[in-house]
């Protein structure tokens, strides 16, 4: 009998709803306390207690819609927020849906209110610390999952980059290959795959088998899969048959077969793309309307002191599925004819002296919000490339064009990492539309808050060393 771990484990997940209970009628409770008073919460009328019956109920249907996700080995802090958060937004949902069964008192809205929010700060707070528990027990060699491999090493590299994260709590018994282990590869070599199932009749504390399959070894990979299906090992087959797909790929199915994608693209997703465009919306809606126009009356008076010409300078930009639209900024150089084939360099003649200031400080690139509210930008997302550089670097680096699967930011994940400004070598473009291509499969709200405060971090300390 296989030993459980702990995220497979019934018991642990039953004792965390019933957690989840008590932390969401404490919420509720101290919300009411602080708006109620001691003399409602230690004397508590019958609609009362039968509100904080409504509260504990509701939190078993949002667990089973929202589940956790910080028992995952595989997961990481922004995506247990967003977790939680769905969770008690889905369980305040429920609450004010079931609420009409009782009369409650006049006020017990502001107590639901800031009974959610306490709820998504204490439930984010011991997510996060049991998360990191969990990591740090892991890390000592506890509750540990004990795989093997099979198949050509190289094709198994990026998952044993991964999965040698101790932290991570995976215990990598060796593999299975006739073929010659990198010396990158820390992994014993246990014979070729023949010998697996006699291994495994010997060796009852593997839990998972990741192998690749072989055409010469159909039989082979078989028996080995009914084997583990059989004496509950988990086996994981690596869709790995072409040099080109040594990738993260994504599953998905049409009908009844079976396809891998090149990427998981989170803002395909409809909600993904309504919470991200109604944050653009709002943040830039507010910035436009009040700070703005006292900016712009600032900014527009010096530059033109400083240089004769329009206060905002438009030029056409690559965006979202490569379209074309007008990028504003506050106009930082002389006019000239050069400004859309030749980038800016640090001591650039073209620039004024307040210009150069502004393009330091980023307030050159504040009316892109008006492109952000209208649509053609987001907030955060990769930078929009003139359109001669979209020509030219296409041509260069594989995969540039899916950085324009999504929209086009004021700041990025790139330019957070200081992949911003001059790019004088093809290597620091390559290295720019790498860090591009990760922030399209790996989008999250929570990631562009990170984005948003590392880019503000950056602006206050000085960091950005390309901001000319």
Known sequence: MKQRTTEDSHIVQFFIAGNDIIVAIFSYWLSLLIFKGSDLVFHVP???????????MSVIPAFVIAPPLFMKRLTYSDNIISRCLFMC?????????????????PGMNKVIIFGYVFFSIF???????????????????????VVIF?????????LYDTLKDSSLGYKMAGIFTRQTIPSNI???NLGDRSQVIDYLKTHHEVTDVYLVPDEDYIAETKRIYHYCENNLIRFYALPIFIDFLKKRMTLSHIGATPILSARDEPLQDIWNRAVKRTFDITVSGIFLLTV??????I?????????PGPIIFKQKRNGLDGSEFYCLKFRSMHVNSDADKVQATENDPRKFKFGDFMRRTNIDELPQFINVFFGSMSIVGPRPHMLLHTQEYSKLISNYMVRHWVKPGITGWAQSHGFRGETKTLEQMEERVKADIWYVENWTF???????????MNMIQRNEKNAY
């Open 89 to 105: 937004t889905t369980h305040l949902l429920i609450v004010l849906a079931l609420k009409g069964i009782v009369s409650l008192t």
């Open 292 to 297: 703005f126009p006292v900016v712009y009356l």
């Open 446 to 456: 929570f990631l562009d808050l990170r984005i948003i405060w590392r880019t503000a």
């Open 150 to 158: 099979i198949g050509h090493p190289w094709n198994l590299e990026n």
């Open 186 to 188: 820390k992994l014993t």
């Open 123 to 145: 439930l984010i707070i011991e997510r996060l610390a049991i998360h990191f528990f969990l990591r740090k027990k892991r890390h000592a060699g506890r509750n540990q999952r």
């Open 46 to 56: 019958d609609e009362i207690k039968t509100f904080f019956v409504i509260v504990g």
């Open 299 to 307: 900014v527009g008076l010096i530059i033109k002191r400083q240089s």
